[in-house]
């Protein structure tokens, strides 16, 4: 039977609303993936800008850390411990006459008492073997010294300030491959703004090289734990070496650089991170007593036997922490040492030596940040996972940085390092600034994750939808 007109025209515009409806779904379909498209190059985009707003800090940083060196000249840094800065010159000259190995390495501070570095014909023969500290500010000096010669002081600085600016770098990479270029950029110019990170990055001693290794130390562990459930062996390895390069600077910052990864927010995330935390600690703890059994071993080529060696390292160790003679620490030392810490800490002019304005900001908003959870918890409301590692990794943090003037009380009562030992407190805030880009992202993801699963569902409801039409 032949097909009425009618009948044959329904069938035919039927058709073309099925072909008009796919070609519909396939504009939205591909609407969708030119909407991927434009959030890549966004995100990008992102990433550029987040990264020269960085280096639009770092650089005049850089630029007025180079200018300083230049407008000190030859003299030791005012800002950046001058007796210490005094004594690696001293010593670098005599590596300079006399190479590295002599005395077994150790330096030989024998020079003009109480004059500034000048001239190499003011030094005076006697020697003066210090044996304990590990030699390597003054080897790094020495070095300078033999690449750009004597009385080139400003020259020698390009070390430690470009070890600083590296070690920012490294930092900045590390955070960005977990919490993004945005959070990562806001973590480092929330750091650079804190006096304590830059003041003393043209000096020569070990303060420049400790405080940008906390860094990069406390930043590796929050990316390897962050991107993996386990530390490799060649993780444990890099910890265990920072923390030897740690030990060969200096002594100061041993309870920081030993147990740095109680103060990072993902050690205390889940039971297999504290697991990790603790391989962190162990090869953290391996990395700088190899350091200092390394040096033991210099004092015990210098000195006539073994059992000198030992009480001249130890005494000095115990001499730092209970005194000796008219020296001995009094019954409330505990008490005064944390008077005069907190005293140096937080009153105005410290606030411009360590902190800036940004202390009494961060105070206010760690205290308000901390209500607000708490209320939210009180209602049973749903607050991001990280919040009470997070506040547990601030608390070691403060107990970390607190540790040197708790134990070695006579050291810190006796010598005026007030200028220096509450720079430990760099890894409370950078703590806290690990806490903070932690909850960040978390709550970034959650939106990210909700984009995502939009576009998905439009681009599978869409496009089944135009695959039936299409077959039909």
Not at 100 to 121: E, I, S, V
Request: hydrophobic letters at 50%; one cysteine or more.
């Amino acid at each position: 039977m032949a097909e009425t007109p009618s009948k044959k025209g329904t069938r035919v515009l039927r058709r073309l609303q099925k072909h008009s409806g796919a070609r519909r779904d396939t504009t939205v379909i591909s609407k969708i993936g030119t909407m991927r498209t434009l959030k890549q190059i966004v995100c990008v985009m992102i990433e550029i800008v987040a990264f020269a707003a960085f280096l639009y800090f770092l650089i005049p940083v850089a630029s007025e850390q180079f200018a300083t060196a230049h407008r000190i000249g030859n003299a030791p840094s005012g800002i950046a411990d001058a007796p210490s800065e005094f004594d690696a010159l001293t010593s670098a000259m005599h590596y300079y006459k006399n190479g590295f190995l002599k005395h077994a390495g150790l330096p030989n501070r024998a020079g003009p008492p109480g004059k500034p570095y000048d001239d190499p014909a003011d030094i005076v023969p006697v020697d003066y073997i210090y044996t304990h500290y590990p030699p390597g500010p003054n080897w790094l000096v020495g070095l300078a010294m033999k690449i750009f010669g004597p009385k080139q002081v400003p020259l020698y600085r390009i070390f430690p300030i470009s070890f600083s600016i590296a070690g920012l770098l490294i930092t900045y990479a590390l955070l960005r491959s977990v919490v993004g270029g945005i959070l990562a950029a806001a973590a480092l110019i929330t750091v650079l703004h804190f006096p304590m990170t830059t003041q003393m990055m043209h000096g020569l001693f070990f303060h420049p090289y400790a405080l940008t290794l906390v860094l990069v130390q406390m930043s590796f562990l929050f990316n390897r734990l962050g991107t993996k459930s386990r530390l490799s062996w060649r993780s444990l390895l890099l910890l265990a070496g920072m923390s030897f390069i740690q030990g060969w600077m200096s002594f100061d910052w041993a309870f920081v650089a030993m147990l740095f990864p109680l103060a990072v927010v993902s050690c205390w995330s889940s039971s297999g991170a504290r697991r990790e935390m603790l391989k962190a600690c162990i090869f953290s703890v391996m990395g700088f007593g190899f350091a200092h059994f390394l040096h033991f071993c210099q004092v015990w080529a210098l000195a006539p036997t073994f059992d000198h060696a030992f009480k001249d390292l130890f005494g000095a160790a115990k001499f730092r922490i209970v005194g000796e003679g008219d020296k001995i620490v009094p019954e409330n030392a505990t008490m005064r040492v944390l008077n005069q810490y907190i005293w140096t800490l937080f009153p105005s002019p410290s606030q411009g030596y360590y902190f800036s304005w940004l202390m009494p900001l961060v105070s206010v908003a760690l205290t308000l940040a901390v209500g607000t959870l708490q209320y939210l918890k009180s209602r049973d409301v749903s607050v991001p996972r990280l919040v009470a590692p997070g506040l547990i990794s601030v608390a070691m943090a403060i107990l970390l940085s607190l540790l040197w003037v708790l134990v070695m009380k006579n050291h810190s009562l006796e010598q005026g390092h007030w200028l220096f030992l509450p720079r430990h407190f760099i890894v409370v805030l950078f703590s806290c600034v690990l806490v903070a880009v932690s909850e960040l992202h978390t709550c970034a993801r959650m939106v990210m994750d909700l984009i995502t699963a939009t576009l998905v569902w439009c681009e599978g409801r869409f496009g089944r939808k135009a695959h039936r039409i299409a077959e039909g």
